[in-house]
């Protein structure tokens, strides 16, 4: 018989058995499930709701399920639903009526509310990890990289130089905010709610910041209703999930980009790289490619889980079931995509000499040159029609700005002298940009010191 089973006088049909058993998919929180147990029981004894010796005998009989199931010596059955109630009846069957007590006061709404906030925590805490690490690999790539100028660009198309440190602290930013999401969501996450019971509470004097105190948690939900039906931080963590991966795919489209034979900015490591079955010249950046495509099923499990909640009414129904799979799915996908990016970002060599002369081309320099007139006394948009002029010169004659003699300049316009040259090199367009922020060395080492000093404060 089922442990609900006292109403029914027929067995559910298999296939049903089937269809709404979760065990397949939620025995993964057996630890949470087992722990909250244990503090649940130690609390029922504290509070003379069961025998002492009963809360103490379920307790360690509870802990040696634990060693079981990590030993490898228990199989679950589909039959006893979900991991609440496979664990309860390994209990009854090893401890008999003693082992029924355990359910006193509780709802599997609440425990299964208690169960996935205790396995988020530790997934947030164990993506933050990540996160980390991955900071302060690319924070090491910005600091060789300080002087190595490259193209940046808009719309794709050449816009003004910048260096490659300049370029992937851009990321360095992207990441913090995601790590301080993620420290947001785990503060939403870290609240307690067992003793919602099955939506009203119960009539036993639980004590709730007891079991809360025990299991680690900040503090207890304030409302039985919303403490069994609220998903909110599985959501807020999808999104997060989310914002991570639409990160990495964004940075890993532009290294498939660098990686072309047409760019060749940087090439990645053979661990990091496949062949083709067909085309024996072949190096594919396959793992960059399945970032951005792993990036598809995260966001499509926020959207399943907006749309599962969206018309349930107060307060637990069995769709929230569904809340599993996806949620998992997403923390799986973000823990193997970010230490594979890291590996592979780490990894990649560099070709400073092709960023250099990337640089070079597409009169980058354009815009200081036109500031460097402006600094000579001729109003900005005058100064910006003679630069025009003379690029379209250039393209003309097959030149750069730094190819044109001084008499071409002064073709043009005679307030030009022979410090133009000096004025629009690569090295003086990023270094004069000293405005916090800007690709200067002076301003990006001292961002990098900074970096430093956050990320190691990171916990
Ligand atoms: N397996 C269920 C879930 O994941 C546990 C809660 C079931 N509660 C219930 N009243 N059927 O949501």
New binding site residues.
């Given amino acids: 018989m089922k442990l609900w089973g006292g109403r029914f006088t027929k067995s559910t049909d298999s296939f049903t058995d089937h269809f709404h058993s979760?065990i397949s998919f939620?025995s993964r929180m057996y630890r949470q499930d087992i722990e909250g147990s244990i503090a649940h029981v130690a609390m029922l004894g504290k509070q003379g709701i069961i025998d002492v010796e009963d809360s103490q005998l379920i307790q360690k009989t509870l802990k040696e399920i634990l060693a079981d199931i990590e030993a490898g010596n228990i199989t679950f059955d589909e039959k006893a639903?979900?991991?609440?109630m496979n664990v309860e009846t390994i209990l009854i069957q090893r401890i008999g009526d003693t082992g029924k007590k355990l359910h006193t006061g509780r709802?599997?709404?609440d425990?299964?509310a208690l169960d996935i906030r205790m396995y988020l925590k530790e997934q947030i805490t164990d993506i933050k990890a990540l996160l980390k690490k991955l900071l302060t690999v690319l924070n090491g790539i910005a600091e060789r990289n300080v002087d190595t100028i490259m193209p940046g660009y808009t719309h794709l198309q050449n816009a003004q130089p910048v260096t490659l440190a300049h370029h992937v602290l851009a990321y360095v930013e992207m990441f913090k905010r995601d790590y301080d999401r993620l420290c947001d969501v785990y503060k939403r996450t870290n609240v307690m709610p067992l003793g919602s019971g099955?939506l009203a509470t119960t009539t036993y004097p639980l004590d709730r910041r007891f079991v809360a105190e025990e299991l680690g948690f900040d503090s207890i939900t304030l409302n039985s209703m919303d403490g069994v039906s609220d998903r909110d931080f599985v959501i807020e963590l999808l999104s997060a999930l989310s914002v991570i991966m639409m990160h990495l795919s964004r940075f890993c489209e532009e290294i498939i980009i660098w990686n072309s034979q047409q760019y060749k900015f940087v090439e990645m490591d053979d661990a990091y790289s496949t062949g083709s079955s067909i085309m024996p010249q072949k190096k594919n950046p396959d793992m960059a490619e399945l970032i951005r495509g792993k990036t598809g099923r995260v966001y499509g499990h926020l959207m399943a889980m907006l749309t599962v909640m969206k018309g349930i009414p107060l307060a637990?129904n069995?769709d929230?079931?569904e809340?599993?799979e996806g949620v998992f799915d997403a923390v799986d996908t973000v823990k193997m995509c970010l230490p594979v990016f890291t590996g592979m970002i780490d990894t990649m060599t560099v070709n400073k000499d092709n960023m250099y002369n990337a640089a070079g081309k597409g009169f980058m320099n354009a815009t200081d040159a036109a500031d460097w007139l402006v600094k000579h006394g001729v109003p900005f948009r005058d100064a910006h029609a003679i630069i025009g002029q003379l690029v379209l010169y250039c393209i003309n004659n097959n030149k750069s700005l730094g190819d044109l003699t001084i008499e071409e300049y002064k073709n043009v316009s005679d307030v030009f002298t022979e410090d133009i040259y000096n004025a629009i090199s690569l090295e003086t367009c990023v270094n004069t940009r000293t405005v916090e922020g800007g690709p200067s060395e002076e301003y990006i080492k001292s961002l990098i010191e900074l970096n430093k000093k956050i990320i190691s404060e990171m916990k």
């Fill in positions: 979760s939620d639903e979900d991991i609440h709802s599997r709404n425990q299964v099955a637990y069995k929230m079931q809340d599993k």
